[in-house]
């Protein structure tokens, strides 16, 4: 079968040893092939009107007769079933078409080697594109935050393009020797942050808004009631001299005017 590519019926049809078969069986397989417009119950009548004969009535001549010509149709029969052997192992061998597994372990083969270089040619697509991305210009990315717009930069420019010139190598941070998945965890917040990453920036924005605003509203409810402390100076406020002393004793405050 891998010599000729043959069928396991084929295999079965050339393996075949007449040498051991029945010689009734080797005739009607003769036939069968050399007669195929004879049916079983007609080759069984050639057989017997031809090959057969009662012991007892017929004469030794013609019982002779009949011997011989059964053993040269058995001598003609093996031939001809050896000889189409020969001949069927020649035709397997010069056939045109496959097996249908065969067909399909090349259909197979065939879309492998065109996926694979479809893809191929979409990561040197891909791979150019990036490197037209990250130019000397490129200064940072730039995130969706409510209705304002953030930059981040990036140290190193290059170093970003060839580690994201690859998704492999942004999955196998997440996956064991033989591919499956060390980490779901990390693997899942990972996407979900590639996905949502303005959403979850703007996420935290308001976060640092809303804490800032409960930072100040503590303060507020927490304030000294101590007298603050003023540096002393003279401050004219519409004709009149005002300074301003440190304490809270009012015998301390005076007032001045300026007569004219």
């Avoid at 209705?147 to 930069?153: A, E, I, T």
């Avoid at 927490?222 to 402390?229: E, F, G, P, T």
């Amino acid at each position: 079968m891998t010599e000729t590519g043959g069928t396991l019926e084929d295999y079965a049809r050339l393996s075949r040893d007449y040498t051991n078969v029945d010689e009734d069986v080797l005739l009607r397989e003769y036939y069968k092939q050399t007669k195929p417009h004879l049916d079983r119950e007609e080759i069984d009548f050639v057989l017997e009107d031809k090959f057969y004969f009662d012991p007892e009535e017929a004469e030794e001549r013609e019982q002779k007769k009949k011997k011989l010509a059964y053993k040269e149709e058995i001598a003609k029969a093996k031939n001809f079933l050896e000889e189409t052997k020969k001949k069927y192992y020649d035709e397997i061998k010069l056939r045109p078409g496959v097996t249908q597994e065969q067909q399909k372990a090349t259909d197979f083969f065939n879309r492998y080697n065109k996926e694979q270089e479809v893809a191929k040619q979409s990561h040197e697509s891909f791979k150019a594109v990036t490197k037209d991305y990250f130019t000397n210009d490129f200064k940072g990315f730039d995130f969706e935050v409510g209705d304002k717009k953030f930059r981040y930069g990036v140290k190193d420019v290059n170093e970003v393009a060839e580690a994201q010139s690859d998704l492999t190598t942004f999955i196998k941070k997440f996956l064991n020797e033989d591919g499956t998945v060390n980490d779901p965890g990390a693997y899942h917040k990972a996407i979900y942050g590639a996905r949502n990453i303005d959403t979850i920036a703007s996420h935290f924005y308001e976060q640092g808004k809303s804490d800032a605003v409960k930072d100040i509203t503590a303060k507020s409810k927490n304030i000294s009631k101590d007298a603050r402390v003023e540096t002393p100076g003279d401050v004219f406020i519409n004709g009149f001299k005002v300074r301003a002393i440190s304490g809270n004793e009012s015998s301390k405050l005076k007032i001045k005017t300026i007569k004219k």
